[in-house]
C-alpha cells in the first residue's frame, strides 16, 4: 500500500518473514470466566504496521487471546501488502487473517479466490455496528469479505494555535476562507501551508477532498470507478483549484521546490517541530500522533485541527481510509480466524486500541469516551456523523499502478502538478492516459 502506514519505524525487516512470528508480544494469562473454547490453538495475522500502531494493535490480539485462550502472532507486510500475500499463498505458508488497507487490493484478494466469505455472525455485528458504506465496501459481489477495524479520517486540517492567534485569524469553514486565513498567517511572517510533496500520496488525499466537496459524492464514486474519465471539467476544476494553492508561493513553505523535498513526517515538523516553518498542515487524523509521539505536542492545546473546508458552496468532505480484516481460505485456522473476525466487529475490541491512542473506529456502537482526548473524540465523532456519506480515499480504490505505486500513475502526476500547476487541463489528460491504462490492466 502506502507510506501512510509507515510512519513510524519498526519491526519492517520481517516484512518477507510470514511464517515467522514478528514483534508479537507473549499470550497473556486468561482471566477468569472467558470462553476458552480456542485453547491451544494459534492465528497468524498479517498487517502493514510496524512501530506504535503494531504495538497497539499487539493489545487487541493479546485481548482476544485473554478471552478465547487461541495464542496469536503478527507479521508486518511491509507495503506490498498483495506481493506478500500472495507469494506466502503460492509457497504454502498463508496467513489467517489479513489486515488490507486498499479496498483496491480486497477486491483482488476476493476474485482471486483467496478470501472465504464472513461468518453470519460478524455480517450480523457488522449490520448493527457500522454505517452501510463499511459494509459495502467489505464486500465484492454481494458477499462480505471484510471487516473495518481501523479508520483514518482523512479530512482535517491540523494547526499550530499560536500561529492562528498571530495573524488575527479563527480556523475557517469554507475552502476559500481557508485561503484567506492562509495569506493573513503568510503575511505576520510564517508560511501558511506545509505540503509533503515528496511523498505523492498526501496530493491525491488534497485533491479527493476537493473533488469531493466540489463535484459531489456522485461523481466522486464515478472517477473512483473509472465511470467517469479523468477529463471530465469536474476533474479540471478540482486540479484549477487546487492549482491556486500550489502556485502561491507565499502560502507553501519552501514554495514548490521546498513542498517537493518534504516528506509526510517532515510536513508535520515543520508545523509542530521545535522551529516552525508553517502555520498548518493538512493530513488526516494520524498527524495528531506524529505531533504528539515526536515532538510532545498537547493535542488540543497547542496542536489542534479544523474540518477540511467546504468548496465553492458543496458540503464540508469526509474522506476516510481503512483497514479491512479478511480471512484467507489457504489459512490453517479458519475456525480461529472468523472468532478473530467477530470479535473485532464489537465494540470492546475497537475500545482497546481506542483507549491505546492512534486509532479510530467506524464502529457506532463504540463508546467515545474510550478516546483518550477530546480532540480524538471530536475527529471520531465526525467520522461517525458522517454516515453513509463518508467516502472511501479514491487513490486506494483505484488499481496500484494508478492510485498506490511510488514514482508513478497519480502521485508522480500530482508531483509534476505541484511543480507545475499551469496547466490544469493537461494533467488531467495524463491522468486519464495512466488511468486508462492501469484500469485495463
Same mark, same amino acid.
Given at each position: 500500500m502506502?507510506?501512510r ?37 494459534t ?14 494493535f499487539?493489545k ?18 511491509g507495503d ?8 506466502k ?8 487473517v489479513?489486515m488490507?488497507?486498499?479496498?483496491? %487490493?480486497?477486491?483482488?484478494f ?30 465484492v ?6 471487516l473495518?477495524?481501523k ?5 482535517? %486540517? ?12 479563527k ?13 493573513a ?10 505540503v ?25 464514486d ?12 469536474? %476533474? ?6 487546487l492549482g ?25 515538523e ?11 498542515v493538512?493530513?488526516?487524523?494520524? %498527524? ?11 493535542i488540543g ?25 479478511v480471512?484467507?481460505k489457504d ?8 472468532a478473530?473476525l467477530?470479535y ?15 486509532f ?10 474510550s ?14 456523523d458522517a ?8 487513490s486506494?480504490?483505484?488499481?496500484a ?8 500513475g ?20 495524463r491522468?486519464?492516459?495512466a ?7
Amino acid at each position: 500500500m502506502n507510506p501512510r502506514r509507515t510512519m513510524l519505524a519498526g519491526c519492517t525487516a520481517l516484512a518477507l518473514a510470514l511464517g515467522a512470528t514478528a514483534c508479537g508480544g507473549d499470550p497473556v494469562t486468561p482471566a477468569d470466566g472467558d470462553d476458552r473454547s480456542l485453547d491451544g490453538q494459534t492465528i497468524t495475522v498479517a498487517g502493514v504496521w510496524s512501530g506504535a500502531e503494531q504495538k497497539n494493535f499487539q493489545k487487541v490480539l493479546d485481548a482476544f487471546t485473554e478471552k478465547t485462550g487461541a495464542k496469536t502472532q503478527f507479521v508486518s507486510t511491509g507495503d506490498n501488502v498483495s506481493t506478500v500475500v500472495g507469494s506466502k499463498i503460492e509457497g504454502g505458508n498463508a496467513p489467517d487473517v489479513v489486515m488490507v488497507p486498499q479496498v483496491g %487490493v480486497l477486491q483482488q484478494f476476493a476474485k482471486s479466490g483467496w478470501l472465504t466469505p464472513l461468518s453470519k455472525t460478524t455480517e450480523k455485528s457488522v449490520d448493527g455496528n457500522f454505517a452501510p458504506v463499511w459494509k459495502n465496501y467489505g464486500s465484492v459481489d454481494g458477499s462480505l469479505y471484510g471487516l473495518y477495524f481501523k479508520a483514518a479520517h482523512k479530512s482535517t %486540517v491540523w494547526y499550530s494555535p499560536d500561529a492562528l492567534d498571530q495573524a488575527g485569524v479563527k480556523p475557517p469553514s469554507t475552502y476559500a476562507d481557508m485561503l484567506k486565513a492562509g495569506q493573513a498567517v503568510a503575511d505576520s511572517g510564517l508560511p501558511a501551508f506545509a505540503v509533503a510533496g515528496e511523498d505523492g500520496w498526501t496530493l491525491t488525499d488534497w485533491f479527493e477532498n476537493i473533488y469531493l466537496s466540489q463535484a459531489g459524492p456522485e461523481k466522486y464514486d464515478q472517477l473512483a470507478a473509472h465511470k467517469l474519465q479523468w477529463t471530465d471539467p469536474s %476533474v479540471v476544476n478540482a486540479l484549477t483549484t487546487l492549482g491556486k494553492l500550489f502556485s502561491d508561493k507565499e502560502l507553501i513553505a519552501g514554495g514548490q521546490k521546498g513542498a517537493l523535498a518534504t516528506d509526510f513526517p517532515g510536513s508535520v515538523e515543520k508545523v509542530f517541530g521545535p522551529e516552525p516553518e508553517a502555520g498548518m498542515v493538512y493530513e488526516g487524523d494520524f %498527524v495528531a500522533g506524529v505531533a504528539k509521539d515526536q515532538f510532545g505536542r498537547k493535542i488540543g492545546e497547542d496542536a489542534s485541527f479544523f474540518p477540511f473546508p467546504a468548496v465553492d458552496g458543496g458540503k464540508a468532505p469526509v474522506v476516510s481510509g481503512g483497514d479491512a480484516a479478511v480471512v484467507l481460505k489457504d489459512g490453517k485456522n479458519q475456525k480461529a480466524a472468523m472468532a478473530f473476525l467477530e470479535y473485532l466487529a464489537t465494540p470492546e475490541a475497537a475500545a482497546v486500541w481506542a483507549e491505546a491512542g492512534g486509532f479510530l473506529s467506524p464502529n457506532k456502537k463504540l463508546d467515545l469516551a474510550s478516546y483518550g482526548d477530546d480532540t480524538t473524540r471530536e475527529t471520531a465523532k465526525s467520522l461517525i456523523d458522517a454516515g453513509d456519506s463518508v467516502r472511501f480515499d479514491m487513490s486506494d480504490q483505484a488499481p496500484a499502478a494508478f492510485g498506490g505505486t511510488k514514482g508513478a500513475g497519480e502521485w508522480k502526476l500530482l508531483q509534476d502538478f505541484l511543480r507545475d500547476p499551469s496547466d490544469p487541463k493537461a494533467t488531467a489528460a495524463r491522468l486519464e492516459d495512466a488511468a486508462a491504462k492501469a484500469y485495463k490492466g
